[in-house]
C-alpha cells in the first residue's frame, strides 16, 4: 500500500518550479479560441501502410459517446506543407547513462540522416531531475541540431531506477512536472505540435498491493482532466518511444494497455493513468516499444504525423464537473482507420 507523504511526492506535481521553455517559429494561425469549439487532429491509415491524403468531410463520421456529432470545420493537410513542428525529448530520469548515450547517438543519426534536411523543424528537450529545458531551438538544420545535441553535457541523475518503489514515485513525480511544464511552454505556439519523448516510460506504480486513499484518487484524476485538456488545448500529440528493446519483458511492455480507457471519476483511476505511453495513445499518437533501433522508430513518429486532417466540432454540454466524453471517428471507406484524441473533459457552463 503507498499512503501517507511517502505517496505525496508524486502527487503534489503541480508545485515543482522548472525551467521555462521557448520554441520559436512562424507558422499558420492557431484556431479561433472558443472554449466549447473541439478541434481534432485525425491521421488516417490503411491496416499497413502510411497515412492516406484526398479524404473528404464526408468520409468522416465523429461519434460522441456513441452518438454522431455534427462536424463544424474540415481541413486537410499534406506532406511537408503541414504547420507542423516537433520537440524531441531525451529522458535522462527514467534511463541510465548508457541507455542515454545509446540514445544520443540514434537521435544524432536521426538527425542528419538525408543529409540533415529534416521534414519538420525540431527543437530538443533534455530532461535530468535538474529539469526540463530546450537543448537547441526549432530547426529544420539537422546537421545544426546533431552539432548542438553534441556540446549537451547530460549530468546523471540522481534518481536510481533500483531506488525502489518511492524512488519510483520521485521519479513519476519529476517525468509528470516536466510534461506539464513543456505543455504549459508550447501552449502558446501556433500549428501542431509533436512531442517525441525518448524514454522507456515513467512508472506506473500500480497493481494489486498499490492502494490508494481518495485524497490521492481526486488528486491523480484532476491530472488526467488536466493533461487531456491541455494536451488538447495547446494542439500537442505526444509519442512514447521506448528504445529498450528486446530486452524488455513483454509484460511490462504491454502493461500500460490495462489503463488506456477513459477515466470518468475518481474512484476509476490509478497511478497507471498517467502513464507515458498511456497519455501518448489518449492524445492521438503512438507508444513504440520492444525495438532498440531508436532511429528508425523516430522515423516511424514522423512518418506518422502526416498527412492528417482537423476537423472541430461544438462540445455537448456537461451536467457535471470534468464530465468525460469518448470519441470515436467512423470512415466511409473500407480498410481505413482513423486516430485522433480519444476523448475529452466538458464543463458545466456557468450558472447565470
Same mark, same amino acid.
Given at each position: 500500500?503507498?499512503?501517507?507523504?511517502?505517496?505525496?511526492?508524486?502527487?503534489?506535481?503541480?508545485?515543482?518550479?522548472?525551467?521555462?521553455?521557448?520554441?520559436?517559429?512562424?507558422?499558420?494561425?492557431?484556431?479561433?479560441?472558443?472554449?466549447?469549439?473541439?478541434?481534432?487532429?485525425?491521421?488516417?491509415?490503411?491496416?499497413?501502410?502510411?497515412?492516406?491524403?484526398?479524404?473528404?468531410?464526408?468520409?468522416?463520421?465523429? /461519434?460522441?459517446?456513441?452518438?454522431?456529432?455534427?462536424?463544424?470545420?474540415?481541413?486537410?493537410?499534406?506532406?511537408?506543407?503541414?504547420?507542423?513542428?516537433?520537440?524531441?525529448?531525451?529522458?535522462?530520469?527514467?534511463?541510465?547513462?548508457?541507455?542515454? =548515450?545509446? =540514445?544520443?547517438?540514434?537521435?544524432?543519426?536521426?538527425?542528419?540522416?538525408?543529409?540533415?534536411? /529534416?521534414?519538420?523543424?525540431?527543437?530538443?528537450?533534455?530532461?535530468?531531475?535538474?529539469?526540463?529545458?530546450?537543448?537547441?531551438?526549432?530547426?529544420?538544420?539537422?546537421?545544426?541540431?546533431?552539432?548542438?545535441?553534441? &556540446?549537451?553535457?547530460?549530468?546523471?541523475? #540522481?534518481?536510481?531506477?533500483?531506488?525502489?518503489?518511492?524512488?519510483?514515485?520521485?521519479?513519476?513525480?519529476?517525468?509528470?512536472?516536466?510534461?506539464?511544464?513543456?505543455?504549459?511552454?508550447? #501552449?502558446?505556439?501556433?500549428?501542431?505540435?509533436?512531442?517525441?519523448?525518448?524514454?522507456?516510460?515513467?512508472?506506473?506504480?500500480?497493481?494489486?498491493?498499490?492502494?490508494?486513499?481518495?485524497?490521492?484518487?481526486?488528486?491523480?484524476?484532476?491530472?488526467?482532466?488536466?493533461?487531456?485538456?491541455?494536451?488538447?488545448?495547446?494542439?500537442?500529440?505526444?509519442?512514447?518511444?521506448?528504445?529498450?528493446?528486446?530486452?524488455?519483458?513483454?509484460?511490462?511492455?504491454?502493461?500500460?494497455?490495462?489503463?488506456?480507457?477513459?477515466?470518468?471519476?475518481?474512484?476509476?483511476?490509478?497511478?497507471?493513468?498517467?502513464? /507515458?505511453?498511456?497519455?501518448?495513445?489518449?492524445?492521438?499518437?503512438?507508444?513504440? =516499444?520492444?525495438?532498440?533501433? /531508436?532511429?528508425?522508430?523516430?522515423?516511424?513518429?514522423?512518418? =506518422?504525423?502526416?498527412?492528417?486532417?482537423?476537423?472541430?466540432?461544438?462540445?455537448?454540454?456537461?451536467?457535471?464537473?470534468?464530465?468525460?466524453?469518448?470519441?470515436?471517428?467512423?470512415?466511409?471507406?473500407?480498410?481505413?482507420?482513423?486516430?485522433?484524441?480519444?476523448?475529452?473533459?466538458?464543463?458545466?457552463?456557468?450558472? &447565470?
Amino acid at each position: 500500500m503507498i499512503t501517507g507523504h511517502r505517496f505525496a511526492c508524486f502527487i503534489l506535481v503541480t508545485s515543482m518550479c522548472m525551467p521555462a521553455i521557448s520554441a520559436q517559429e512562424p507558422s499558420a494561425a492557431p484556431p479561433p479560441a472558443d472554449a466549447s469549439r473541439i478541434y481534432l487532429d485525425v491521421v488516417v491509415s490503411p491496416k499497413s501502410g502510411p497515412p492516406v491524403a484526398d479524404l473528404q468531410q464526408q468520409d468522416f463520421t465523429l /461519434l460522441d459517446n456513441k452518438s454522431p456529432r455534427t462536424i463544424t470545420s474540415f481541413q486537410a493537410f499534406t506532406g511537408r506543407e503541414a504547420p507542423i513542428k516537433v520537440v524531441l525529448v531525451i529522458d535522462a530520469i527514467n534511463a541510465g547513462t548508457q541507455r542515454v =548515450d545509446f =540514445d544520443r547517438i540514434q537521435v544524432d543519426r536521426f538527425l542528419r540522416a538525408e543529409s540533415g534536411h /529534416l521534414a519538420y523543424p525540431v527543437a530538443l528537450a533534455l530532461f535530468t531531475d535538474k529539469g526540463i529545458w530546450i537543448a537547441a531551438e526549432l530547426s529544420s538544420d539537422g546537421n545544426a541540431l546533431g552539432d548542438a545535441l553534441d &556540446k549537451q553535457e547530460i549530468a546523471i541523475r #540522481a534518481i536510481g531506477r533500483s531506488a525502489g518503489v518511492y524512488g519510483a514515485a520521485e521519479r513519476l513525480q519529476y517525468s509528470v512536472a516536466a510534461l506539464h511544464q513543456l505543455t504549459a511552454s508550447l #501552449a502558446a505556439q501556433p500549428g501542431r505540435k509533436i512531442v517525441l519523448w525518448v524514454s522507456p516510460g515513467w512508472p506506473l506504480l500500480s497493481g494489486p498491493r498499490m492502494e490508494l486513499s481518495p485524497k490521492q484518487q481526486q488528486q491523480i484524476f484532476s491530472d488526467v482532466v488536466g493533461f487531456s485538456t491541455q494536451l488538447r488545448q495547446a494542439g500537442i500529440t505526444l509519442y512514447s518511444v521506448n528504445p529498450v528493446g528486446s530486452t524488455e519483458s513483454m509484460f511490462r511492455a504491454s502493461y500500460y494497455k490495462d489503463f488506456l480507457k477513459g477515466v470518468s471519476k475518481p474512484n476509476q483511476v490509478a497511478a497507471g493513468n498517467l502513464g /507515458l505511453p498511456v497519455l501518448a495513445v489518449q492524445s492521438g499518437g503512438l507508444a513504440l =516499444d520492444l525495438n532498440n533501433d /531508436l532511429t528508425a522508430l523516430l522515423r516511424e513518429c514522423v512518418s =506518422d504525423v502526416a498527412p492528417y486532417y482537423q476537423i472541430s466540432f461544438d462540445a455537448a454540454s456537461a451536467e457535471r464537473p470534468d464530465e468525460y466524453h469518448q470519441l470515436e471517428i467512423k470512415l466511409a471507406k473500407p480498410g481505413l482507420t482513423a486516430r485522433t484524441r480519444q476523448g475529452y473533459y466538458v464543463q458545466p457552463l456557468p450558472k &447565470k
